[in-house]
């Protein structure tokens, strides 16, 4: 029987690893956010940033509040244009609130940068960016996380939320996809 395994090249973060991580990325956000009278919200960018999202907000131990946001980025074939499309947008304004946006990886940086920009201009007093994975070789603009867990190189990686045309998301680490699957 064909095993989602069967397609990973090599493991990139077991478990073990994703979990020290998020305990690492948690304790910076506790220590940088001591103000409890001003909101904090976790704006989750879906679909692959949703796994992270539940292990990262659990470990806040100050109040705070969840939102979410879909956006694509499109352009011709797998290169991103630029151009992002909030196909889900935020269902309240986010004035004076501190914002931290979690997204799953970065690549060219272009969502992220986009979507940071757009967020400041309604008015949130900081918004902040908070990665789990990122491969800066990658980049097309600047663009550097305020939070980033794991530096990985240029591979395309599933797995732990993270997506090849909407599978492996639910595998428990996250893997480099052997080229075979895509290339077929
Ligand atoms: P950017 O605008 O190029 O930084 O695009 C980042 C988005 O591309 C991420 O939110 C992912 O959806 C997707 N992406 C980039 N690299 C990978 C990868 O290795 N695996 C899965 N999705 C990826
Ligand atoms: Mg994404």
């Known amino acids: 029987m064909h095993q989602m395994k069967d397609d990973i090249k090599y493991v990139l973060a077991d478990e073990k690893k994703i979990q020290e991580t998020c305990d690492r990325l948690a304790q910076q ?3 940088d956010y001591p103000d409890h009278n001003r909101e904090l919200v976790f704006v989750i960018v879906l679909k692959g940033s949703v796994l992270f999202a539940t292990d990262l907000i659990r470990r806040i131990d100050r ?17 991103t244009s630029g151009f992002i499309q909030v196909s889900l947008d935020l269902k309240r304004d ?17 969502t ?3 979507l940071c920009s757009l967020l400041a201009t309604r008015g949130a007093h ?10 800066p ?4 603009v600047e663009m550097v996380a305020d939070y980033t867990g794991i530096t990985i ?3 395309f990686v ?13 595998l428990p680490y996250i893997g480099v996809l052997d080229p075979s699957v895509y290339s077929e």
């Open 63 to 79: 109040p705070c509040t969840m939102e979410f946001m879909k956006v694509s980025s499109y352009g011709a074939g797998v290169e």
């Open 29 to 31: 956000i506790n220590k």
């Open 94 to 110: 986010i004035k004076d609130v501190d914002v931290i946006i979690v997204e799953d990886i970065i690549d060219s940086g272009r």
């Open 153 to 155: 190189p240029d591979e």
């Open 126 to 135: 900081s918004v902040k960016c908070c990665t789990l994975l990122d491969k």
């Open 158 to 170: 599933v797995g732990y939320g993270l997506d090849f045309a909407e599978y492996y998301r639910n």
């Open 137 to 140: 070789s990658r980049r097309q």
């Open 112 to 114: 992220l940068q986009k």
